[in-house]
Nanobody
Framework: HVQLVESGGGSVQTGGSLRLSCAAS?????MGWFRQGPGKEREGVAS???????YYVDSVKGRFTISQDNANDTVYLEMNSLKPEDTAMYSC??????????????????WGQGTQVTVS
């Protein structure tokens, strides 16, 4: 059984920071964070495979860091230097195989409920 529960969202000023958490059970090897902002399509933000290989969309490189806790498989997204463009519902996702497209939403099979991030 797969369970994904996100937390850590909130409202923050431009330039601020937030740390999102995804408590995960089941398939935890190929994990990703996705977001969907107002009037935008869902996009892959960051993914981590095998707890070591990290992938980022260009717009967040240098600002966001994805990591995974080896003890309990929790996946984190540390977000720094936040911009209004980062405002979105952020969702955690996983799949039962890693594949070659870590930032494509159609590769992921299981999704959490999401946590809202608002930057102003």
């Amino acid at each position: 059984h797969v369970q994904l529960v996100e937390s850590g969202g909130g409202s923050v000023q431009t330039g601020g920071s937030l740390r999102l958490s995804c408590a995960a059970s089941g398939y935890t090897t190929c994990m990703g964070w996705f977001r969907q902002g107002p009037g935008k399509e869902r996009e892959g933000v960051a993914s981590i495979y095998y707890g070591v290989n990290a992938y980022y969309v260009d717009s967040v490189k240098g600002r966001f860091t994805i990591s995974q806790d080896n003890a309990n498989d929790t996946v984190y997204l540390e977000m720094n230097s936040l911009k209004p463009e980062d405002t979105a519902m952020y969702s955690c996702a996983t799949k039962d195989y890693c594949g070659l497209t870590p930032l494509r939403d159609y590769e992921y099979h299981y999704w959490g409920q999401g946590t809202q991030v608002t930057v102003s």
